[in-house]
């Protein structure tokens, strides 16, 4: 058999089970045991078994679809870019196409006819659309949480933006960096607030104050090689700069070099979202992977389980990160 002929018959008589007993199986639904639904799903995956998504949409009234919202300046973000490729691949796996929904300032109550759900990505107080989007009346996953006031979500995924932001904190500190610096958004996110309070609070712990500077959530390389510009000028005992903004951290390294401090030996440069342009900086900056394929992956997953009733409302799940040391802080510094 092929994914082409394989029918949910098929799957039903290779599983020794009723047809009725393999769809529900294989869509979380029923009362199916665990070890039954298990075993249902391995015999279709063996099989190459692919359902009928059209099928699928008639018989639950569904839409087909769910929403993706974006940060209005993630589309030149590599970071989302990859978040919504991820996003885009598991939703498919569950017969789903991704509407990119355009920022808009109006009412989305029309959202409920045209997707089954909401994948809304860094909540930005400032957002106008997130209020309408979290009370849409469909449920909604957020990439991180919003602390704004709307409606709660009906699940998040998480990642623990404070433990990364100390780890690269502590990686420096390690190296000998005895000044260090931030530059980060203002605090109108879960993830650039998080920044803000672990880089108070790391700093009291070390009796190491850490020196924050606000820059734009999307600032471009030439913002932060202008911000840390200022920040040298000013207190030019700083000895390593965390960027946070995804992609700019290449400014800070212009930046250095003009100020005639040598990255990676005296000074030295991290970035908290790890991406193409700091993996290929001269030097390749160490640098925060989030993951973003595999965080997209995991929003869209989260909501699939939700429509498919095979998770509780108000789930929240942690995504991992991981540190990337690289040449920009792996010398003596100090």
Same mark, same amino acid.
């Given at each position: 058999?092929? +994914?082409?002929?394989?029918?949910?018959?098929?799957?039903?008589?290779? $599983?020794?089970?009723?047809? &009725?007993?393999?769809?529900? $199986?294989?869509?979380?639904?029923?009362?199916?045991?665990e070890a039954t639904r298990e075993h249902v799903r391995e015999v279709a995956a063996r099989l190459g078994y692919r359902p009928n998504s059209a099928a699928r949409r008639l018989r639950r009234a569904s839409t087909g679809a769910i929403g993706l919202h974006l940060p209005q300046t993630a589309t030149r973000l590599d970071y989302y870019m990859n978040l919504a490729f991820g996003a885009v691949a598991?939703?498919?796996?569950?017969?789903?196409?991704?509407? =990119? =929904?355009?920022?808009?300032?109006?009412?989305? @109550?029309? %959202?409920?006819? #045209?997707?089954? *759900? =909401?994948?809304?990505?860094?909540? @930005?107080?400032?957002?106008?659309?997130?209020?309408?989007? %979290?009370?849409?009346?469909?449920?909604?996953?957020? *990439? @991180?949480?919003?602390?704004?006031?709307?409606?709660?979500?009906?699940?998040?995924?998480?990642?623990?933006? &404070?433990?990364? %932001?100390?780890? =690269?904190?502590?990686?420096?500190?390690?190296?000998?960096?005895? #000044?260090?610096?931030?530059?980060?958004?203002? !605090?109108?996110?879960?993830?650039?607030?998080?920044?803000?309070?672990?880089?108070?609070?790391?700093?009291?712990?070390?009796?190491?104050?850490?020196?924050?500077?606000?820059?734009?959530?999307?600032?471009?390389?030439? @913002?932060?090689?202008? $911000?840390?510009?200022?920040?040298?000028?000013?207190?030019?005992?700083? !000895?390593?700069?965390?960027?946070?903004?995804? *992609?700019?951290?290449?400014?800070?390294?212009?930046?250095?070099?003009?100020?005639? #401090?040598?990255?990676?030996?005296?000074? &030295?440069?991290?970035?908290?979202?790890?991406?193409?342009?700091?993996?290929?900086?001269?030097?390749?900056?160490?640098?925060?992977?989030?993951?973003?394929?595999?965080?997209?992956? +995991?929003?869209?997953?989260?909501?699939?389980?939700?429509?498919?009733?095979?998770?509780?409302?108000?789930?929240?799940?942690?995504?991992?990160?991981?540190?990337?040391?690289?040449?920009?802080? %792996?010398?003596?510094?100090?």
């Amino acid at each position: 058999m092929n +994914a082409r002929t394989v029918s949910l018959l098929d799957v039903a008589r290779a $599983a020794g089970v009723s047809k &009725s007993t393999a769809s529900d $199986a294989l869509q979380g639904a029923g009362r199916v045991a665990e070890a039954t639904r298990e075993h249902v799903r391995e015999v279709a995956a063996r099989l190459g078994y692919r359902p009928n998504s059209a099928a699928r949409r008639l018989r639950r009234a569904s839409t087909g679809a769910i929403g993706l919202h974006l940060p209005q300046t993630a589309t030149r973000l590599d970071y989302y870019m990859n978040l919504a490729f991820g996003a885009v691949a598991r939703a498919q796996e569950e017969g789903f196409d991704v509407v =990119l =929904l355009a920022p808009a300032t109006g009412t989305h @109550e029309p %959202l409920a006819s #045209r997707v089954d *759900g =909401l994948l809304v990505i860094d909540p @930005e107080i400032g957002d106008p659309a997130v209020p309408g989007l %979290l009370g849409a009346g469909i449920p909604v996953v957020t *990439g @991180e949480r919003y602390l704004g006031s709307a409606p709660a979500p009906t699940g998040a995924v998480i990642c623990d933006n &404070s433990a990364s %932001l100390t780890a =690269l904190l502590d990686h420096v500190h390690a190296r000998g960096a005895r #000044r260090p610096a931030l530059l980060a958004p203002a !605090d109108t996110s879960a993830w650039a607030a998080a920044l803000h309070s672990t880089a108070g609070a790391w700093g009291r712990t070390h009796d190491v104050p850490v020196e924050v500077r606000t820059v734009s959530f999307a600032a471009t390389p030439r @913002e932060a090689e202008e $911000a840390t510009l200022a920040l040298l000028a000013q207190a030019p005992e700083i !000895d390593a700069v965390i960027c946070a903004p995804d *992609g700019a951290a290449p400014g800070v390294l212009h930046a250095a070099a003009a100020r005639g #401090r040598a990255v990676g030996r005296d000074f &030295s440069v991290a970035a908290c979202v790890d991406g193409a342009a700091v993996r290929g900086a001269a030097p390749p900056v160490t640098a925060v992977d989030l993951r973003p394929s595999a965080y997209g992956h +995991a929003c869209a997953e989260l909501l699939c389980d939700i429509l498919a009733s095979r998770t509780d409302p108000a789930t929240v799940r942690t995504h991992r990160w991981a540190l990337e040391a690289r040449a920009s802080t %792996l010398g003596p510094v100090g």
